[in-house]
């Protein structure tokens, strides 16, 4: 298979008229051109930008996708979507898909908005939780494109997550949507279960970009703060900080993790020094089927 290299902007591109029709509630709307390709110069990784047949008019659906929250998300989308319109002289619809709610449930901003010396900007776009999605309606109307998200949407079971599988597979979207479905299944089911309905294990799923960009999301942020204590203090500990952040952003993103259970975990692991302990426990952070289950890990390693 080699390595599982899908995203959400590939999976936003397959059948979107599909997903945009379901969005706009418009099933008459027509995608005429994926023109992505063509505005690199602009777009990230994982951005799509799609020239839609409106009733009156064409126009341009341009959709980011985040894992978490992004603070600078407005600004971007205002760039985003000006240079979109300037380039292609067609009304723009932004819209922002987060799939994963962040810890302490931040507002979700839906829009740009600056004053400086009188002068007003202000870009509204759409935001889209996945979270809040009803993963039957998904399967009901065979949005193809977010069949892999399933697991983290509103409803969403065993059950649904099968459905999901057998549905990746009648439309033939290959082993690689399979792997990000399995990714996010395993942030709400035991890898056992996981396995089973999707016929994947963590070693798979780890080789997944979806599953390294959660990792080094935590990773960074760990490595960053250790690094910004003084470069006295070495880059050894600097990792061994970001292990620990690691552990704690996986914990807050699978289990929901409260301020004071984060407090007491983050204490517990800023008494581990060895570097090797904190990778295995990364590893369970990410693999442990619920936050009772990995407390039982550390407290017996420690």
């Not at 603070?71 to 240079?83: G, H, K, N, S």
Request: glycine share 6%.
């Amino acid at each position: 298979m080699g390595k599982a290299d899908i995203g959400s902007k590939r999976l936003l591109e397959t059948e979107a008229e599909t997903w945009i029709c379901w969005l706009l509630a418009d099933p008459s709307l027509q995608v005429k051109d994926t023109l992505s390709g063509e505005f690199q110069f602009v777009l990230r990784q994982n951005d799509v930008l799609l020239r839609v047949q409106g009733k009156d008019e064409p126009f341009l659906v341009l959709a980011e996708s985040q894992l978490h929250f992004d603070p600078t998300m407005p600004c971007r989308m205002r760039a985003y979507a000006a240079l979109a319109e300037e380039k292609y002289a067609q009304p723009v619809y932004p819209v922002v898909f987060y799939w994963l709610p962040s810890p302490g449930r931040q507002e979700l901003v839906d829009h740009y908005h600056s004053e400086f010396m009188g002068l007003v900007a202000h870009q509204d776009f759409r935001v889209v939780p996945v979270w809040e999605i009803d993963a039957q309606e998904v399967l009901n109307k065979e949005i193809v494109a977010l069949v892999p998200f399933i697991p983290l949407m509103r409803g969403a079971d065993e059950k649904a997550i099968q459905e999901g599988v057998s549905l990746l597979r009648k439309r033939d979207m290959g082993e690689e949507a399979e792997v990000v479905m399995a990714l996010f299944a395993s942030f709400v089911m035991s890898p056992e279960e996981v396995c089973r309905i999707v016929r994947w294990n963590m070693t798979v799923l780890r080789e997944s970009p979806w599953y390294r960009e959660i990792v080094q999301e935590g990773l960074q942020k760990g490595l960053e703060q250790g690094l910004q204590q003084g470069l006295q203090q070495g880059l050894q500990q600097g990792l061994l900080e970001g292990q620990r952040e690691a552990i704690l952003h996986l914990l807050r993103t699978r289990f929901d993790l409260s301020k004071t259970a984060a407090d007491e975990v983050g204490r517990q692991l800023r008494a581990i020094e060895d570097q090797g302990l904190l990778r295995a426990l990364v590893v369970e952070a990410a693999q442990a089927q619920n936050l009772k289950d990995f407390l039982a890990t550390l407290n017996g390693q420690k």
